[in-house]
């Protein structure tokens, strides 16, 4: 809404004022255009790379689920332990991501909880069993580290601050070089429409970006649906 009443005051006061000169509007499309492209593509492939380690996660702990049930060296209680520890662990990660939480103090003392079991039933629990749970551990692990670092560090603030500069900037340049091209014998109103048209596709595409950069807070149409990847979905 700023950027579109500073075009519409931009065009008001060039026409009052009678400011017109002619600019080369390539340079504004690098200043520009160029480094949107660059953040927007740049949020995209961290989408994607955080559906690949999200699909790992909850792989991870559908395996490790399935091989502490089908031991028959442990009680069902035991079962239900280890179940409802790997639980913990998937609705905790998917809370500490749609928070955008940057310390992990909370999630890490929850993932040792596995370990915490292993330990305390290694007499009756099979070799093969732990190495197993272990080996998915490690998945695990891994996963989730890469999801909190894509969560954490994200397109740098100087490129975004830059970016949001020169959209605020464009008006000013934009407007009086649109009404020295079209001339001042044309409507107004169409000098309005292409300044205000130009600055909404910029803004727009600046607003996609900035969502992209969150895609796991569930605000906005292309958010990651974290629920979809837990365990108990």
């Known amino acids: 809404m700023l950027a579109l009443i500073l075009s519409v005051l931009t065009v008001f006061f060039s026409f009052f004022f009678d400011i017109q000169f002619h600019v080369d509007l390539t340079l504004l499309s690098i200043a520009i255009v160029f480094p949107l492209v660059f953040t927007i593509r740049g949020s995209f492939r961290r989408r994607e790379k955080a559906l690949e380690h999200l699909s790992q996660f909850r792989s991870a702990l559908k395996t490790m689920?399935?091989?502490?049930?089908?031991?028959?060296?442990?009680?069902?209680?035991?079962?239900?332990?280890?179940?409802?520890?790997?639980?913990?662990?998937?609705?905790?990660?998917?809370?500490?991501?749609?928070?955008?939480?940057?310390?992990?103090?909370?999630?890490?003392?929850?993932?040792?909880?596995?370990?915490?079991?292993?330990?305390?039933?290694?007499?009756?629990?099979?070799?093969?069993?732990?190495?197993?749970?272990?080996?998915?551990?490690?998945?695990?692990?891994?996963?989730?580290?890469?999801?909190?670092?894509?969560?954490?560090?994200?397109?740098?603030?100087?490129?975004?601050?830059?970016?949001?500069?020169?959209?605020?900037?464009?008006?000013?340049?934009?407007?009086?070089?649109?009404?020295?091209?079209?001339?001042?014998?044309?409507?107004?109103y169409v000098t309005y429409f292409v300044v205000i048209l130009t600055e909404f596709i910029l803004v727009s595409l600046y607003n996609i970006q900035d969502q992209l950069e969150y895609p796991f807070d569930d605000y906005g149409l292309d958010d990651i649906k974290l629920d979809s990847f837990k365990i108990d979905r």
């Open 65 to 188: 689920y399935y091989f502490a049930n089908a031991s028959n060296k442990l009680s069902e209680e035991q079962k239900k332990e280890i179940s409802d520890i790997l639980i913990e662990i998937s609705d905790t990660s998917m809370d500490h991501l749609k928070n955008n939480k940057e310390s992990t103090e909370t999630l890490d003392p929850i993932i040792s909880k596995v370990q915490e079991f292993v330990m305390e039933k290694g007499e009756i629990m099979p070799g093969r069993l732990k190495d197993r749970l272990f080996r998915f551990m490690n998945d695990l692990h891994e996963s989730l580290e890469n999801l909190h670092a894509i969560n954490t560090h994200r397109t740098p603030i100087s490129l975004k601050a830059y970016c949001l500069l020169f959209i605020y900037i464009f008006p000013l340049i934009y407007a009086p070089t649109i009404i020295h091209d079209m001339g001042a014998d044309n409507p107004i």
